[in-house]
């Protein structure tokens, strides 16, 4: 397996006056790597141009080595991947084993046995095995979520795009989910849109921040955090000063910006720098870490 | 590595398994298990009225088997297209369009899906046809190739279902033509055209031969159009060609021919 997976160089896309991805250059390799925006920074864009639904206006794309805008590269590289939507749909009148059955076939899994052997194994990996043979309208959305990852599982992809895969579930599903995704065999290239700090923290090991269509940071999630350091400061008053302040538990404040003098510094959380990030305007250059 | 990958090209045994997989789903469907449940009714219906009769004839004694079956290829027609609409109904275009087997594999594999209805057809009809030899009297060829026009009628609106969804992907049209098959009727004085109804039966086994060969000619362009809507590759513009000349050379034989001076073969 080649070192980097997916590489975009200098891709555009617009919709309408929107634009959605700006100029982007960045390379996803070995691992999980984080996409961590607010809403409308282009997460969804830059994932579903990845995983080949969507064309950009400008710019270069490569994955696993081949160029998606050509047939034969576009089919090669949608057998090697597994992509989850942001939204995913089912049929719901189908059971959830003829639901991931159906998408195995269209995964050029053709003999029977072998497919049936691979769904099963994927809806193990997501624990609902026991579900395999309920209908999907009956399933709660968090299982819904999980069949949605089972899908994209199927034939073991060399390369994983999951887009806001834990958005709706409750605190439980979702450490189930970061679980089943840390633990997935064959070591797949994962990149993985949120919008959810704690996920980055708890999954990746490179966490690239785009917003406004732009990538504003690539690096560690630590190294993310470090952008804040002196910069975050605690008061027992709320600061007009800063860019950002909430009551804390403890009823002090917590604050993050441009601290004032004397201010007591408090250590930045990786929240703490995303806010900063962007939440900052002005602020177009790319921290690269 | 992928274990799908190594294959050369796949197509055709994914859209097989696409067809078996949609077949058992369109056969098992509630809405085409209630019209087989029909056909074996006008079924039972004529075997049970034609048991004692010294001379039983499809012709007058088998319309409850004709509109058994017709209903069935009708249900065939609205299951195939609900069934070519399910991504749009149900938002999984993006997440399918990440896929590596195509619109094309896809659409194919559910015009190939109405084999299943063919084949649970002509079991019945074949139970008719040894039914009717073994109790009643022995049919005759014309009765024959209607039984098996019957047949290909339901791959016709089967594939006529599949290529409603892609080319006016509205889940309104397909009851609208289906009712529109009800109540259109063939009208009461006979004529040359009425070859085109899909029900007509014509009184020589040489001609009712033809009508099936129009009816196979409208499922082979019912099926290259709906596989063309995702590109007209070779093999698709063959079809049609072949489909749109048997529809043509079947058309001018019965047109000609089935009306001989004041008397027509219906």
């Known amino acids: ?289 | 590595m992928s274990s799908v990958q190594g294959h050369a090209d796949p197509s055709r045994r994914v859209m097989m398994a696409l067809a078996n997989f949609n077949g058992r789903k369109l056969l098992f469907s509630w809405g085409l298990m209630a019209a087989y449940g029909m056909a074996l009714l006008g079924t039972a219906v004529f075997v049970a009225s034609s048991l004692g009769k010294n001379d039983v004839s499809f012709g007058d004694d088998g319309w409850t088997v004709a509109v058994g079956f017709y209903i069935f290829a009708i249900f065939t027609m609205v299951a195939t297209n609900h069934a070519a609409l399910r991504d749009r109904r149900e938002g999984t275009s993006e997440q399918h369009e990440s896929l590596p087997a195509d619109p094309r594999i896809r659409a194919g594999g559910l015009v190939l899906a109405t084999a299943w209805p063919v084949a649970a057809a002509a079991v019945l009809l074949s139970v008719v046809a040894a039914a009717t030899a073994v109790w009643l009297v022995v049919p005759s060829g014309v009765q024959l190739m209607a039984l098996i026009q019957t047949a290909v009628l339901v791959a016709t609106l089967g594939s006529l279902g599949v290529v409603l969804a892609a080319w006016v992907p509205n889940p309104f049209v397909a009851p609208v033509v289906a009712f529109a098959f009800f109540i259109v009727q063939t009208p009461e004085v006979p004529a040359s055209w009425h070859v085109i109804f899909p029900l007509a039966h014509l009184g020589s086994v040489y001609l009712a031969a033809w009508h099936t060969i129009y009816l196979g000619g409208l499922t082979l362009v019912f099926a290259g159009a709906a596989l063309a809507r995702s590109g007209a590759r070779r093999s698709v513009i063959a079809c049609l060609l072949v489909g749109a000349a048997a529809v043509a050379i079947s058309l001018a034989v019965m047109i000609t021919q089935v009306c001989s001076g004041s008397t027509c073969l219906f």
């Open chain 1, 1 to 289: 397996m080649q070192d980097t997976t997916i590489e975009f160089s200098s891709v555009d896309k617009r919709y309408g006056q929107v634009r959605a991805l700006d100029s982007v250059d960045l390379e996803v390799g070995r691992g999980i790597t984080g996409l961590l925006g607010p809403n409308g920074a282009g997460k969804t864009t830059l994932i579903r141009i990845a995983a080949t639904v969507l064309a950009p206006e400008g710019g270069r794309v490569s994955m696993l080595g081949l160029d998606p805008a050509e047939g034969g590269g576009r089919i090669e590289i949608r057998r090697r991947l597994g992509y989850m939507p942001q939204e995913p749909g089912f049929y719901r009148n189908f059971t959830a084993f003829e639901f991931v059955d159906y998408v195995a076939i269209l995964k050029e899994m053709a003999d029977r046995r072998e497919r049936s052997e691979e769904v099963r194994r994927v809806l193990g990996v997501v624990e609902l095995t026991d579900m395999a043979h309920k209908k999907i309208k009956a399933l709660s959305g968090g299982m819904r979520r999980r069949l949605a990852l089972a899908q994209a599982l199927i034939g073991r992809p060399e390369l994983l795009l999951l887009d806001e895969p834990t958005a709706g579930l409750d605190p439980e599903q979702r450490l189930r989910f970061r679980e089943t995704v840390s633990q997935l065999a064959n070591d797949p290239v994962v990149l993985l849109s949120t919008h959810q700090t704690e996920d980055v923290v708890a999954l990746c090991e490179r966490v690239i921040v785009l917003s406004a269509g732009a990538v504003r940071f690539d690096g560690a999630p630590k190294a993310l955090a470090e952008t804040a350091s002196g910069r975050v400061w605690i008061g027992v008053d709320q600061d007009s000063r800063a860019a950002l302040s909430w009551r804390m538990g403890d009823g002090r404040f917590r604050h993050i910006g441009d601290p004032p003098p004397r201010a007591a510094p408090a250590e930045p959380t990786i929240d703490d720098a995303y806010l900063l990030m962007v939440g900052s305007t002005s602020d177009s250059q790319q921290v690269s870490a």
